[in-house]
Nanobody, 122 residues
Framework: QMQLPESGGGLVQAGGSLRLSCAASRRTVSKPAVGWFRQAPGKEREFVVAITWDGGSTMYAESVKGRFTISRDIDRNTVYLQMNNLKPEDTAVYYC???????????????WGQGTQVTVSS
């Protein structure tokens, strides 16, 4: 079973920062793209950001542009999500996932982590 261990979630006040990590190896999962999604209680899982292993192309949801930054460390086989200026509406379980396509479409992502909780208090 493929695993994408995530870490870095927690409780933070509005305006604070967190950094999430996802141990996603392209060699391990043979997928060119890694994405982060989030799911708040009672809501659909939504796209947040994605990155390609090769070239580091990125794309962001409008709601996080300018506040979140995705990066990858090929040597460490890890993808990071730096989240700054967090807002209460960012509260959700954040999931790392991999895809054969560089896309925002969650159905294209076929390997998922277990999720990490991010809670932003007002």
């Amino acid at each position: 079973q493929m695993q994408l261990p995530e870490s870095g979630g927690g409780l933070v006040q509005a305006g604070g920062s967190l950094r999430l990590s996802c141990a996603a190896s392209r060699r391990t999962v043979s997928k060119p793209a890694v994405g982060w999604f989030r799911q708040a209680p009672g809501k659909e899982r939504e796209f947040v950001v994605a990155i390609t292993w090769d070239g580091g192309s990125t794309m962001y949801a409008e709601s996080v542009k300018g506040r979140f930054t995705i990066s990858r460390d090929i040597d460490r086989n890890t993808v990071y999500l730096q989240m700054n200026n967090l807002k209460p509406e960012d509260t959700a379980v954040y999931y790392c996932a991999t895809s054969q396509r560089f896309t925002t479409e969650k159905l294209s992502y076929d390997y998922w982590g277990q999720g990490t909780q991010v809670t932003v208090s007002s």
